[in-house]
């Protein structure tokens, strides 16, 4: 079956435009997980739900960041007035359980780039 | 606290060597730990687990032994292939019950031919 997708795959934003960049995980999958992956660094932990529940925010940067999953399938991460430091690979996974130590599967993350 | 860290890359081999990609981890208690792996272009996957204390997990002609004297989680491979030039990341469980995984800063491997 289809894996972990995302779109945009790049995005160009001025500073202080917001984005919007989609998560579309795999059917059934309970959990949800953003990562944002700075150049030359692994994925930093950002939110994390169980269905549309956002049971963990607490990697969020700043309040410009909010993520929804509101039927508990696709996911949105929305960064308002985006700044250079936003510049980063936003990774989306899922997984099948809930508990954290079993497979997340990845997608192929979304490029934001602020100029 | 809770934290990974893995040997900084990056690593060129040429085919056919052995491989070691160093990974500790901090943590109380015994948490599973991972390698993922990201090949040019696609997103992290993972390669293998290790659920408990002294178990290895392999997968692809990798290996990793949980070795809890240490806290380590090194990867190996008897002899690597140019189609395995990618970059390794080393991971846990955040906490015990929690939800986010800690990545390591990852290696990046290249084989030349």
């Known amino acids: 079956g289809a894996g972990v997708s995302q779109s945009p795959r790049y995005k160009v934003a001025k500073r202080g435009q917001d984005v919007a960049l989609r998560c579309d995980p795999i059917s059934g999958h309970v959990s949800l997980f953003w990562y944002q992956q700075a150049l030359g660094q692994g994925p930093e932990f950002l939110t994390y739900?169980?269905?549309?529940?956002?049971?963990?925010k607490s990697g969020l940067p700043s309040d410009r960041f909010f993520a929804e999953r509101p039927e508990g399938s696709v996911s949105t991460l929305k960064i308002q007035r985006t700044q250079q430091e936003d510049s980063a690979v936003y990774l989306c996974?899922?997984?099948?359980?809930?508990?954290?130590?079993?497979?997340?599967?990845f997608g192929p993350g979304t490029r934001l780039t602020v100029t | 606290g809770n934290s990974v860290t893995q040997m900084e890359g990056p690593v060129t081999l040429s085919e056919e060597a052995f491989l070691t990609i160093n990974c500790t981890y901090t943590?109380?208690?015994?948490?599973?730990l991972f390698w993922y792996v990201q090949y040019p272009g696609e997103g992290l996957q993972l390669l293998l687990k290790?659920?408990?204390?002294?178990d290895k997990g392999s997968n692809k002609g990798f290996e990793a032994t949980y070795r809890k004297e240490t806290t380590s989680f090194h990867l190996e491979k008897g002899s690597v292939q140019v189609s395995d030039s990618a970059v390794y990341f080393c991971a846990r469980p955040g906490r015990a019950g929690g939800f986010k995984t800690i990545f390591g800063a990852g290696t990046r491997l290249f084989v030349k031919a």
């Open positions: 996974a899922s997984s099948l359980t809930p508990e954290g130590g079993y497979e997340q599967y």
């Open positions: 739900f169980q269905n549309e529940a956002q049971l963990d």
């Open positions: 290790a659920t408990k204390a002294d």
């Open positions: 943590a109380t208690g015994y948490p599973s």
